[in-house]
T-cell receptor
């Protein structure tokens, strides 16, 4: 059974700080990794995808992937109150037919 | 370019009834995946369709069934509804099965 785990929340950070969100996965053959943001009552929206080991930056967001450690993280720099949401880590296998989502980490950015 | 759409947005049913949820994929996308999201949990994979063929299924009972049409829109059917089926049902489309999935707004189902 494929599993994806995320650091339990809620996570609270002050405005302007760096928020660090972590995710581990059990299936070694996983090949695609995604971070989604979900506001309360809304559907998930894509923040970033990452497929190769290392860092990938997009604006204030940086995703980090370490396949050897089966670990993927998301850093949010200069956190804003509008970043307050649940962050979902999703992992896809080689065939892509089964995206497994983690339970999510709720982030609160305090003004 | 239109995004993923779902209908209806909200639905109330009673136990034992049947329900059909609909999804239109994003333009150019031939893969549709369905998820169930209970309150406070991450989405759980129900199944995926790729070019009208089922391309994977999660741990859901057979009363959850689906279909994908030639225009790549899709339906999720749930028979013999149970109280625990109350959840947000999400549809996501992608260019190919292994590529980024984009979600529709979801259908919130309440079973009484």
């Amino acid at each position: 059974q494929k599993e994806v785990e995320q650091n339990s929340g809620p996570l609270s950070v002050p405005e302007g700080a760096i928020a660090s969100l972590n995710c581990t996965y059990s299936d070694r053959v996983s090949q695609s990794f995604f971070w989604y943001r979900q506001y309360s009552g809304k559907s998930p929206e894509l923040i970033m995808s990452i497929y190769s080991n290392g860092d990938k930056e997009d604006g204030r967001f940086t995703a980090q992937l370490n396949k050897a450690s089966q670990y993927v993280s998301l850093l949010i720099r200069d956190s804003q109150p509008s970043d307050s949401a649940t962050y979902l880590c999703a992992v896809g296998g080689p065939g892509g037919q089964n995206f497994v989502f983690g339970p999510g980490t709720r982030l609160s950015v305090l003004p | 370019e239109t995004g993923v759409t779902q209908s209806p947005t909200h639905l109330i049913k009673t136990r034992g009834q049947q329900v059909t949820l609909r999804c239109s994929s994003q333009s150019g996308h031939n893969t549709v995946s369905w998820y169930q999201q209970a309150l406070g949990q991450g989405p759980q994979f129900i199944f995926q369709y790729y070019r009208e063929e089922k391309n994977g299924r999660g741990n859901f009972p057979p009363r959850f069934s689906g279909l994908q049409f030639p225009n790549y829109s899709s339906e999720l059917n749930v028979n013999a509804l149970e109280l625990d089926d109350s959840a947000l049902y999400l549809c996501a489309s992608s260019l190919l099965p292994q590529e980024t999935q984009y979600f529709g707004p979801g259908t919130r189902l309440l079973v009484l």
